[in-house]
């Protein structure tokens, strides 16, 4: 495996990428003769406030509703103490709103549905990054959602299903044409599908099995990718746990699955499978508990970036090991 760095120069820039091997490292580079300045020296100043209100009530024996709004309040100042010509103030108000109501059908299915928006104003710091310098607008979003939740078997198996759409607006990405910049693009639509089972198979044995399909659309956008990139369809949750009460301890499994990913540079991301172990156990007032992240030590990438900046690498085995107290 290789490792790629910038190499300083005298005059404070980077010259190519050079090259160094983790398993066998050679520093050819005279690190005494690097002269590289402070690429930024900035400080943020940031106050946020914020009131909530919202409320709920039954509007028949069977239909609950609830509503709410939110007022936000954003006041940033960026001094940039090697060029004061870029030190900024920026204030924002933003408003939210939901709305929602459950219908309680029968004790075992409870179907649902709700409203709501949000609007995000932007930090002075991505301000700055506006090319001819006017202000970007806060960012927008709304989801709608449509669900049920049900309790069969005397409550021993709950699926929870839900059908969501999310539009998001004017959120900020690197400006194709000049990566020191920001632009605002135009729509994003999220929709998709979850689903969420919970079972207790035996007395002692319970089990949860998740999924998630995501479809991500970009609208009145030429350059989609950098914000498609880095988005499966699919994704997949397995969590069980099996007690044993004779010696009070239990041991639990877990696995987690995304599937294929594209990065900006339209290179493809591999799918991916992690699987997770843990014990505990209880011996008088102390608990102990042992975690293995990572089972099988698999190497995998969690995202991508570009084919210069490679991808975000997951996380190689871990074992954690954990003793608590009760007194």
């Known amino acids: 495996m290789r490792l790629f760095y910038y190499s300083g120069t005298t ?3 980077s010259s190519t990428p050079s090259a160094l091997s983790l398993t066998d490292p050679s520093y050819d580079d005279d690190v005494s003769a690097y002269d590289m300045s402070l690429n930024r020296d900035r400080s943020t100043d940031l106050n946020q406030a914020g009131i909530y209100i919202q409320d709920q009530w039954r509007a028949t024996n069977k239909i609950n509703l609830v509503t709410g709004a939110r007022l936000d ?3 940033e100042d960026v001094v940039d103490n090697d060029d004061g010509s870029d030190n900024a103030s920026y204030d924002d108000i933003g408003y939210s709103a939901r709305i929602g109501a459950t219908y309680n059908m029968s004790s075992q299915f409870k179907p649902y549905t709700s409203f709501s928006t949000g609007l995000t104003p932007q930090s002075a710091s991505d301000q700055l990054s506006s090319e001819d310098g006017s202000l970007f607008d806060p960012e927008e979003n709304q989801q709608f959602e449509i669900g049920a939740r049900t309790y069969l078997a005397n409550n021993k198996l709950n699926l929870n299903m839900a059908l969501f759409h999310i539009v998001k607006n004017n959120v900020l990405t690197e400006d194709p044409d000049d990566d020191d910049y920001n632009v605002a693009i135009g729509e994003i639509r999220s929709q998709g599908f979850e689903l969420d089972i919970l079972a207790d198979i035996t007395p002692r044995w319970v089990a949860n099995i998740s999924y998630t399909y995501t479809d ?3 609208k009145d956008d030429d350059d989609a990718l950098r914000v498609l990139s880095n988005s499966p369809y699919n994704q997949l ?3 069980t746990r099996y007690e044993f009460p ?4 239990s041991i639990a ?4 699955y995304v599937s294929e990913q594209t990065d900006r540079d339209e290179n493809t991301i591999k799918p991916y499978t992690i699987y997770d172990l843990s014990w505990q156990t209880r011996w008088q007032d102390w608990k102990f508990q042992a975690n293995i992240k990572n089972l099988f030590d698999k190497e995998y990438a969690i995202a991508g970036f570009t084919t210069e900046s490679g991808a975000i690498v997951g996380e190689r085995r871990r074992i954690y090991l954990k003793a608590s107290y009760d007194f």
Do not use: P, R
């Not at 499994?253 to 987690?256: E, K, R």
């Open 73 to 75: 309040y954003i006041q």
């Open 246 to 249: 004779s010696i009070d301890s």
């Open 11 to 13: 005059d404070g820039t």
């Open 253 to 256: 499994f877990g696995m987690d």
């Open 216 to 218: 991500l659309e970009v």
């Open 237 to 239: 949750g397995l969590w």
